[in-house]
Structure formats: structure tokens, C-alpha cells
T-cell receptor
């Protein structure tokens, strides 16, 4: 069964350092999403891509976060510099197209010290 | 502003009995609702969904009920099994705006 892949699964970093997360969506899925889940809360959308274009990044803290999906396939989410409040689970999801069911990867758990 | 609320953070149920999870929403423009299940160290897995044109959708042991006038939906699991122990998230989106809004989740524990 096709799955969304994410790496790394766990990341520990010190504040002010840069971190990057990678996501490979299910093959053929045009829409890719990055979510942040803080412990005890539901996932919150950070950015949404349709192919290589950003269609919604209204919740992305653009002073420190960036995301790209250069070839419309895999994607990278970067934080620079990381802050203590960035400690969370970062989830990637994909769907065949906008409005279709979203399938999630296992996530990257980030701890900022 | 939390548009989707799951007011019960946890639920404990005996194996074989019914689990009922509740979800309330405030945005009257929401027209599609989903439930996701999440095990520890894994991402959420799609479970079941319902469109606003329906009031019930059933898939095996899982049934979702939607009450639009009350802005309330519920997930029934019958019978509950030990493998159902997980965190369940309610989510919703508006037509033509595919951003999902999630609730905070309900942790279900099925006791043997």
C-alpha cells in the first residue's frame, strides 16, 4: 500500500539552529500539505501545495519557516532559526487533488532545546 | 479560534460495548466532515467521512452521525475492540476551501 514518507522521524536541535524536514507524498498525488501538531492539540495546516505552487501559506510563520516543492513531487519544510516553541510533531499529508481525502505520513517529532 | 471542538479529551470503554465520540463545530460553512484515528508515533489515518447532505454514514463497525442544526457530529464504534484504542480527531472543511480544521482529539481506551 502506498504511503507518505517523512524523514527524519525524530530531531533534537538547539534553539537558533536550522532544521529541515523532508516529505515524499504518495505517487500521483498533486496536493501536499504540511501540518504542525502541538501536544494536546489537533494538527494545524502550515502550507498547502498544488503541484509545485503554494496555494495556502497563511498560517506559515514566514519570518522563520519556508517550504518548497520544486518539482511538484517531494517537499522540504525548513525552520531557521528554531525556537523553543517550535517543538511539535510536523506532519506531511497528500491527496490526489484538492478536496480528496488526505493521507498522512508518520510525522517528524521536533524537540528544540 | 477553535472552530472544531472535541470536549472530551478521553473515553474509556469496555471491549464489546459501544464507543461514542462527540464533536461540535462553530463554522456554519463547513460542509464536509471527517474522522481520523491516530496511534502513537504514527500519522493520522483516515477513518470515515460524511457530507453535509447526509445525516448518517456507516462503514462496518463505524458510523458517523451529523446534526447540522446543532452543529454536532458523533462517531459510534460498535463493538469496540482493543485495537480501537487510539486518539480520534474530528476534522471539517468548507466546500472549495480544502483546508481541514481539526479538533484537539479524544483518546479512546478499550478495556479488556
Amino acid at each position: 500500500e502506498a504511503e507518505v514518507a517523512q524523514s527524519p522521524r525524530y530531531k533534537i536541535t538547539e534553539k537558533s539552529q536550522a532544521v529541515a524536514f523532508w516529505c515524499d507524498p504518495i505517487s500521483g498525488h498533486a496536493t501536499l500539505y504540511w501540518y504542525r501538531q502541538i501536544l494536546g492539540q489537533g494538527p494545524e495546516l502550515l502550507v498547502q501545495f498544488q503541484d509545485e505552487s503554494v496555494v495556502d501559506d497563511s498560517q506559515l510563520p514566514k519570518d522563520r519557516f519556508s517550504a518548497e516543492r520544486l518539482k511538484g513531487v517531494d517537499s522540504t519544510l525548513k525552520i531557521q532559526p528554531a525556537e523553543l516553541g517550535d517543538s511539535a510533531m510536523y506532519l506531511c499529508a497528500s491527496s490526489f487533488s484538492r478536496g480528496e481525502t488526505q493521507y498522512f505520513g508518520p510525522g517528524t517529532r521536533l524537540l528544540v532545546l | 479560534d477553535q472552530q472544531v471542538k472535541q470536549n472530551s479529551p478521553s473515553l474509556s470503554v469496555q471491549e464489546g460495548r459501544i464507543s461514542i465520540l462527540n464533536c461540535d463545530y462553530t463554522n456554519s460553512m463547513f460542509d464536509y466532515f471527517l474522522w481520523y484515528k491516530k496511534y502513537p508515533a504514527e500519522g493520522p489515518t483516515f477513518l470515515i467521512s460524511i457530507s453535509s447532505i447526509k445525516d448518517k454514514n456507516e462503514d462496518g463497525r463505524f458510523t458517523v452521525f451529523l446534526n447540522k442544526s446543532a452543529k454536532h457530529l458523533s462517531l459510534h464504534i460498535v463493538p469496540s475492540q482493543p485495537g480501537d484504542s487510539a486518539v480520534y480527531f474530528c476534522a471539517a472543511n468548507e466546500m472549495n476551501d480544502y483546508k481541514l480544521s481539526f479538533g484537539a482529539g479524544t483518546t479512546v481506551t478499550v478495556r479488556a
